[in-house]
């Protein structure tokens, strides 16, 4: 319902108000007259406003009678020129039409702002282009609509070197606050100041107000809403606890808009699987396009509620003006093209008791029932699956796959199945939060970061009973047109990250302190590192991948649901590339893992497992074959299956050993398991049922439990030697929550008792080195004595956190964070002295920089040279002068020595290199005497240590 047809609903329009400004910035005094509807647009700020919804309820309360309609129409990472949408999806502003605007708030400024100086001039002339069209658009049919221009919030410095100190982007931001100000007067729109506000905001507060020091939490978003209603209104109305009623019922309203305007699975409602036909060519257009207007009218409905709890009264909601929903007849059995009675399940469900029966499982083990629908009614589409630190096993249950339905319960859930007497059988079911979509959750910093598309939430429990009561929108922008394909399998990996895959018709913008935003349409995996609140894109995969793990060492894997496809994911160039791990044998897969548990056989250890959810059903094993020489992984078939079954509803979608070393997985039981190849709303969607299986060694000793939750750093410490990967990575994720200076010196007292040159030790160092990475803290010490290990497998996972740490840069260009110490000057560098016969000439290293400390030097043709090398980092270096353009190709040489490189200092041999050096360690230094080439050009010196040769790279010149 638009804001034309609310009016319609009202009594005879009051005489406009006109609202006096109270901030000095105020340029305008734009009406607010009965019945307006506000659209709101812009980026992240304004996105960000409908979750809290404060801005709102201050305006609502304060002008109770004026029965204001808001819209948000805001999305993460928009700027005023560019709006990536899905196919499809309405346009900006047909969309203002839609709603039938009468003021348009306009929040953009942030992205646009990292363009700097030079984008100024480019973004008032959009800037004022947007408002005349929009002012000409007219979009509620009768009249310009009334402009209010905003500006960017500061950028709050949060006091941590994880996070950018934002003197930077606040030089940019005020520079754009001034053009935004400069075009409301040239344009005579009205103008709202919130970087002055806000930067004294977040000078005087004695609490963070943004959660990475550009994106505002609920107290952020309370401040700022009380700057905009003292800024409209020209007096303060305060944000009290008095308003939660009226809040609640605004936040409300805004969670069924936001279903309306970011419906997820969009590319069945207006992108390109909406014109799929099915039963009597019925398409998922005609059927999802009217739910669009079914939830135009639940949102009106809400807007009375608002405005009765604005005048001190309530009122009950009522949707029975809500028109029925379009009725569909379901394909199961071969009624439309699409459909397949092969691959189809059955309508005649078994039990989960009774799906046992119908398993064949590998010789020595069992499979028993931990949960299903019966026991629990909470479990039924089982998506993903972990286990917490305290050792139980949670599922994040999608009810309402492939989205909420209007007019029905949104039942998707996190829940909790604890195992209390440690019989295999869960024991209850404990809902931790309502989350729609969650098709992905990781534990993280004591709470959960969970996939609700097309945002990433933080939940956490305060209280202690296992109920979330934070709930905090980290990320926002997540690709969201087919849920299907959306952000899956979050894992933490063992540097920090979390890693998602997700698949194609998904466009992610998301927005981060480091710079632009990341927009791409490209399928793949990604990595986001919540301490740092950076986010990249990580490699390629498609066309619908799901599914990573992490080994013992390191070695990381990742499959295509899809394609069934399986890779191993290493360092390459400055980023990282999928590489075949195995010869596919079936598809579609959602998930894999790696065999690690003390109750599992020794044979099965590290082993690789697949999830297969058609044709075959069941789980693959394959042994892997890991090749330290060169950091590459190979699979083989152990057997014909691990697991199988003849149940045609049988569909494992996730795998977890548990803290007894059983393997649980998740059961999707379905007669439906296509998301294109049925209606989205096809009657036979399985909504009930879900299971939860346990696989034990037949006779063999359960794993006994570790205690991780709440444990002493001592004992935390002491966890990390452990030989079973899940005890090392709960231990991980429980101390994600610790303070990272006490974690960091518990750690650096712990490794004092492992020797770098003792085989058996690396690992325990090696999980030190993840543990500095994952706090964000550098220390080129312990990297340099992995990079040197007797183990191989541990020099592979140190060069792969070294080239995290040099050659990826996960700020998009807004540089680094240097979190421990300065880069150290190793002297005067460069030509010492240049005599008749000889230059003599000094280069050193900066300490846990990756770099020369010097880009360039010159030399005359065909003269001697007395170089010397000194290499005060901690990390080995060499110095390799090469001909014109061959630093690369010698680079690349010398990676291919593998574990030989050591002997052969990293020195491939070829024709194209003038001088070397050995490979010097912390302090050494060497020096080399050759002769210049007669020929005059820019020669080029590099490091050919592994991973070097990105940054560690300068010139030569020889002149005449």
Not at 289 to 316: C, P
Not at 566 to 575: E, L, S, W
């Amino acid at each position: 319902m638009n804001c034309r047809m609310i009016r319609q609903l009202l009594p005879a329009l009051l005489p406009a108000v006109f609202c006096l400004w109270g901030a000095p910035a105020a340029q305008a005094a734009p009406p607010f007259e009965k019945g307006d509807c506000i659209a709101i647009i812009g980026s992240g700020l304004a996105d960000r406003m409908q979750y809290d919804g404060w801005t709102e309820t201050l305006l609502q309360k304060a002008l109770p009678k004026h029965q204001l309609v808001f819209r948000n129409l805001a999305f993460p990472g928009d700027t005023v020129t560019k709006r990536p949408r899905s196919k499809g999806f309405m346009s900006p502003e047909d969309y203002l039409k839609h709603v039938e605007a009468d003021v348009i708030w306009v929040m953009f400024g942030y992205n646009e702002s990292f363009a700097g100086e030079a984008g100024l001039s480019g973004f008032k002339d959009d800037l004022g282009k947007m408002i005349d069209n929009y002012r000409n658009l007219k979009p509620n049919g009768k009249s310009e609509p009334r402009i209010v221009l905003f500006s960017p919030i500061a950028h709050e410095d949060l006091g941590t070197p994880n996070l950018p100190d934002g003197k930077a982007n606040n030089q940019r931001l005020a520079a754009y606050t001034n053009a935004i100000k400069e075009v409301a007067a040239a344009r005579q729109a009205a103008y709202v100041d919130l970087f002055g506000p806000t930067g004294n905001i977040f000078r005087t507060a004695n609490i963070p107000l943004t959660i990475n020091g550009v994106h505002l939490n609920p107290d952020g978003n309370r401040e700022v809403a009380q700057v905009i209603a003292r800024a409209l209104l020209g007096k303060q109305v305060p944000a009290t606890p008095s308003l939660e009623k009226l809040r609640a019922a605004v936040t409300d309203k805004n969670w069924h808009w936001f279903n309306r305007y970011r419906a997820t699975d969009g590319n069945d409602v207006w992108g390109g699987r909406s014109g799929l036909k099915f039963v009597d060519d019925q398409t998922n257009r005609e059927v999802l396009q009217h739910e669009l207007v079914m939830i135009d009218v639940m949102t009106a409905n809400r807007d009375k509620k608002i405005w009765a709890r604005a005048q001190g009264r309530d009122l009950t909601v009522d949707d029975s003006n809500v028109p029925p929903p379009i009725a569909v007849e379901s394909n199961v059995g071969g009624k439309s093209k699409s459909s397949s009675a092969q691959k189809e399940g059955s309508l005649d469900y078994v039990s989960g008791e009774d799906g046992i029966a119908k398993m064949k499982v590998k010789e020595g083990f069992e499979v028993n029932l931990f949960a299903d629908e019966k026991m629990f009614p909470e479990v039924a589409n089982p998506v993903q699956t972990a286990v917490d630190p305290k050792g139980r096993l949670w599922v994040a249950a999608w009810h309402t796959y492939p989205k909420w339905e209007p007019m029905k319960e949104m039942s998707d859930r996190l829940v909790i199945l604890p195992d209390e007497n440690r019989d295999g059988v869960a024991d209850k079911a404990i809902t931790f939060a309502k989350v729609h979509n969650p098709t992905a959750f990781e534990f993280w910093n004591g709470g959960v970061l969970v996939a609700s598309q097309p945002n990433i939430l933080f939940l956490k429990d305060t209280d202690g009973d296992d109920r979330a009561d934070v709930r905090i929108v980290m990320l926002g922008g997540i690709g969201s047109a087919d849920t299907h394909h959306a952000a899956n399998a979050f894992v933490y990996g063992p540097d920090g990250g979390i890693y998602w895959q997700s698949g194609i018709f998904l466009h992610n913008n998301i927005e981060h302190p480091w710079g632009q935003s990341l927009s791409t349409g490209s399928s793949g995996m990604f990595r986001f590192d919540p301490r740092r609140y950076t986010v990249s894109f990580h490699a390629g995969n498609s066309p619908n991948p799901h599914g990573i793990s992490f080994d013992y060492w390191g070695y990381h894997f990742a499959t295509d649901g899809t394609g069934g496809r399986a890779y191993q994911v290493r360092p390459h160039q400055k980023g990282f590339k999928m590489f075949e791990l195995l010869k596919k044998q079936v598809r579609p897969v959602p998930a894999n893992g790696v065999v690690s548990s003390a109750h599992f056989p020794d044979d099965m250890q590290q082993n690789f497992l697949i999830l297969n959810t058609i044709g075959f059903l069941g789980i693959k094993e394959y042994n892997l074959a890991r090749n330290a020489d060169d950091g590459t992984v190979w699979g083989e078939p152990a057997n014909d299956h691990f697991i199988v079954s003849e149940d045609k509803n049988f569909r494992p979608t996730d795998m977890e050993f548990g803290a007894d070393g059983a393997l649980y997985f998740a059961d999707w039981h379905n007669v439906i398991i296509g998301h294109m190849q049925h209606n989205v709303r096809d009657p036979n969607r399985d909504h009930q049922h879900g299971r939860i299986y346990r696989v034990t060694a037949t006779g063999r000793p359960l794993q006994e439990d570790v205690p991780i939750a709440g444990e002493s750093l001592g004992q935390l410490m002491k966890n990390l030697e452990h030989p079973i990967d899940g005890i090392r990575y709960r231990t991980r994720i429980e101390l994600s929550g610790r303070d990272t200076g006490k974690v960091i010196a518990a750690c650096q007292e712990w490794m004092k008792q492992w020797d770098p040159d003792k085989k058996e030790h690396a690992h325990h160092l090696l999980e030190a080195l993840w543990l500095h990475q994952q706090h964000n803290v550098r220390n080129g010490k312990l990297l340099a004595a992995l990079l040197k290990s007797p183990e191989p497998h541990a020099r592979v996972a140190a060069a792969t956190v070294q080239h995290h740490w040099f050659n990826v840069d996960p700020t998009g260009g807004a540089g680094t964070v240097v979190e421990t110490g300065i880069a150290e000057a190793t002297g005067v560098s460069g030509v010492l002295s240049d005599g008749p016969d000889l230059t003599e000439v000094r280069i050193g290293t900066l300490v846990e920089q990756l770099k020369y400390d010097i880009k360039e030097f010159e030399v005359k043709a065909g003269k001697k040279v007395k170089l010397t090398f000194l290499n005060p980092d901690y990390v080995p270096h060499n110095i390799v002068i090469t001909q014109p353009k061959a630093a690369n190709e010698i680079a690349e040489a010398a990676l291919k020595l593998g574990a030989k490189g050591f002997d052969l200092q990293f020195i491939p041999e070829s024709d194209k290199i003038i001088a070397a050096s050995k490979l010097l360690d912390h302090k050494q230094e060497e020096i080399m005497e050759f002769t210049a080439p007669e020929q005059p050009g820019d020669y080029e010196f590099v490091c050919t240590f592994p991973g070097h040769h990105f940054l560690m790279r300068g010139i030569m010149k020889v002149r005449k």
